[in-house]
T-cell receptor, first 111, second 113 residues
Framework: DQQVKQNSPSLSVQEGRISILNCDYT??????FLWYKKYPAEGPTFLIS?????DKNEDGRFTVFLNKSAKHLSLHIVPSQPGDSAVYFC??????????FGAGTILRVKS | DADVTQTPRNRITKTGKRIMLECSQT?????MYWYRQDPGLGLRLIYY???????NKGEISDGYSVSRQAQAKFSLSLESAIPNQTALYFC????????????FGPGTRLTVT
């Protein structure tokens, strides 16, 4: 059973608008969460992270929100740009410093 | 030059063959990982190594083995390849301090026929 779930396989957004990517998790022992971005023919790259003691972390156009009671996190990209088109993976840190990844969401930003 | 390199980038092999995927890194990181990516399943951890003498099984280690030849080199072997090992394989590295920020190689696309 997947501990980290990204229920939307894909998302299409107009350039300049907000992109919201969602992620749910089941393991209440996760204490650190991350987002990775992946372009075709490349490996994933780290984007942004958040500790379980925070509810928000911001880095430029990217903001991650964490709702521990709902076991839910989201990534907001504002404003969205065509170069943001990629696969976005949500991940959580498991005991032993291992990462557990979600299945990914394909984001398409239309110009 | 890329910090994390993987060879080969693409490989087609037959069922039952032994195959090795290699990974090298120039980042000086102590931790290295092997993942596989399958559609709809995301990235799943196969094996990981926190230093040269430390090898650990991940979520899906059956059918795979690894060797950490040096701090910079971590290879993945499929002893007897089977079709359901067809996938995209990624090597990654991280520093023990920022272990969550993993640096991935470009991937190896493996097809087992």
């Amino acid at each position: 059973d997947q501990q980290v779930k990204q229920n939307s396989p894909s998302l299409s957004v107009q350039e300049g608008r907000i992109s919201i990517l969602n992620c749910d998790y089941t393991n209440s022992m996760f204490d650190y969460f991350l987002w990775y971005k992946k372009y075709p023919a490349e490996g994933p790259t780290f984007l942004i992270s958040i500790s379980s003691i925070k509810d928000k972390n911001e880095d430029g156009r990217f903001t991650v929100f964490l709702n521990k009671s709902a076991k839910h996190l989201s990534l907001h990209i504002v404003p969205s740009q065509p170069g943001d088109s990629a696969v976005y993976f949500c991940a959580a840190v498991e005991y032993g410093n291992k990462l557990v990844f979600g299945a990914g969401t394909i984001l398409r930003v239309k110009s | 030059d890329a910090d994390v390199t993987q060879t080969p980038r693409n490989r087609i092999t037959k069922t039952g063959k032994r195959i090795m995927l290699e990974c090298s890194q120039t980042k000086g990181h102590d931790r290295m990982y092997w993942y596989r990516q399958d559609p709809g399943l995301g990235l799943r951890l196969i094996y990981y190594s926190f230093d040269v003498k430390d090898i650990n099984k991940g979520e899906i280690s059956d059918g795979y083995s690894v060797s950490r030849q040096a701090q910079a080199k971590f290879s993945l072997s499929l002893e007897s390849a089977i079709p359901n090992q067809t996938a995209l394989y990624f090597c990654a590295t991280s520093d023990s301090g920022r272990y969550y920020e993993q640096y991935f190689g470009p991937g190896t696309r493996l097809t087992v026929t």
